[in-house]
């Protein structure tokens, strides 16, 4: 069947309606990669580091459990920015560990890891701005890395930029 002239015209704007929608995916995708990607340039530019970090002097923020009278080892923590506050916590070995920490104020997502099951010290949970508690207890003296993992699209990792830190197990 021949199809009129007078079809022709509506499939051909059609068309140019679904191109123009491609059009402003591509233009909004690009915008949005070259907005992330000129902020990044801007902080690598700015930033130098002590400790072959991306984001900033990497500074140790130590915090020493005690045994309370229950038996137990308490420690809070806050995540954000490319940080955890305390980064370097010292706790006994064979003694239980509570470790409530929580996610800084912020849009960035964030994590909590320790991979170190040898140890009895191996979780990964995501981070919220309610406290979360993270129950284990050290088996091994010695010292396990705690870090984030997450990052945006191919940039570095939150931990590549400095979030992360240290549980020594100590006698």
């Known amino acids: 069947m021949a199809r ?25 995708i690009f ?7 000129a902020a990044y340039t801007k902080e690598e530019t ?9 984001h900033g002097v ?6 020493v459990a005690t045994i309370d009278a229950d038996g ?8 954000g920015d490319y940080y955890f506050d305390p980064n370097y916590i010292v706790v006994k070995v ?9 996610k800084a104020a912020g849009y960035i997502p964030h994590n ?19 406290p979360q508690t993270v129950k284990f207890t050290p088996l091994k003296v010695g010292k396990y890395p705690i870090y984030c993992n997450k990052s945006i699209l191919w940039f570095k990792t939150h931990r590549q930029k400095g979030m992360e830190g240290m549980i020594e197990v100590v006698e």
């Open 4 to 28: 009129s002239q007078t079809e022709y015209p509506a499939i051909k704007e059609s068309h140019m309606n679904v191109s123009r929608i491609y059009l402003t995916i591509i233009a909004m």
């Open 58 to 63: 990497w500074e140790e923020k130590r915090f």
């Open 112 to 130: 909590f890891i320790a991979k170190s099951p040898e140890a009895g010290i191996d979780f990964n949970i995501s981070l919220k701005t309610d």
């Open 46 to 54: 700015v930033r130098k580091s002590a400790k072959s970090h991306d």
């Open 72 to 79: 137990i080892q308490r420690v809070e923590m806050v995540g």
């Open 31 to 37: 915008l949005c990669s070259f907005t992330a990607y």
């Open 94 to 102: 064979n003694k239980p560990v509570e470790l409530k920490i929580k």
